[in-house]
C-alpha cells in the first residue's frame, strides 16, 4: 500500500475494499427496497392471488441465521488461534449456505404445488423474482465463504491484516443477506397479513 493509501485509509478510518463493499450493498438495498415498494403497488392495484408462505420459507430463515452465528464464530476462532473451531465452523457456514438454497427450492417446489407457478398470477411472480434474486446473492457470498475455505485450509495459518481484511468482508456480506433475507421474510409475511 503507497504511503497516500495509507493516509487516506488512516484518516477514514475504513479499509477501500470495505467501502466499496458497503457501497455494493447499498446499490442492492434500493434495488430490493425498489422490488418491494413495487410489490405494494402492484398489490393495491388489485388481481392478487393469496396464498399461505411455505413453511419451508421460514426453515431457510433459521438456517440462514444458524450460518451467521457459525461464520461470526469461525471469525472468533480464527482470531483467538483456534485453528480446529475456525475451519470447521467455516465448513459449517458453507453448508448451511447450501442447505439455505436446497430449503428455497424446496419452497418454490411447494408453491408450483400449491398452483402458485412464476408466469400465473403477479403476487407468486414477485415471490419468486425477491426469493431468487436475494438466492442469486446467496451464491455469490457461499462463494466468498468457499475461497475463506481454501484459505483455512490450505494456506498456514496466520492472522495477517489481509487475510483478516478478508474473512471480515467475507462476513460483512454473509450478515448483510442474512438481514436482507429477515427483512424479505418480515415484509412477504406482513403484507399476507394485511
Known sequence: MSTLENTV????????????????????????????????VRQAAGNWLEFPMPVLFLY????????????????????AGN???YKYLLL????????????????????????VELGTNPSGSFLYVLSGLHAAHILGGLAAVFVAILHAFILP?????????????????????????IYLIVFLWLQQQS
Not at 18 to 36: D, E, P, Q, Y
Not at 104 to 115: D, H, P, T
Request: one cysteine or more; charged letters at 10%; a positive charge.
Open 9 to 40: 485509509y488512516s484518516r477514514n478510518k475504513i479499509h477501500p475494499q470495505k467501502f466499496a463493499l458497503l457501497v455494493s450493498c447499498a446499490s442492492v438495498v434500493m434495488l430490493f427496497a425498489a422490488l418491494t415498494s413495487a410489490y405494494v
Open 60 to 79: 431457510s430463515t433459521l438456517t440462514l441465521i444458524v450460518s451467521s452465528l457459525t461464520l461470526h464464530f469461525s471469525y472468533k476462532g480464527f482470531l
Open 83 to 85: 485453528v480446529k473451531s
Open 92 to 115: 459449517l457456514t458453507f453448508a448451511l449456505g447450501v442447505l439455505f438454497i436446497y430449503l428455497q427450492y424446496k419452497g418454490w417446489m411447494a408453491l408450483v404445488s400449491m398452483g
Open 157 to 181: 495459518y496466520e492472522v495477517s491484516a489481509k487475510r483478516k481484511l478478508r474473512f471480515e468482508m467475507t462476513q460483512i456480506y454473509w450478515h448483510f443477506v442474512d438481514i436482507l433475507w
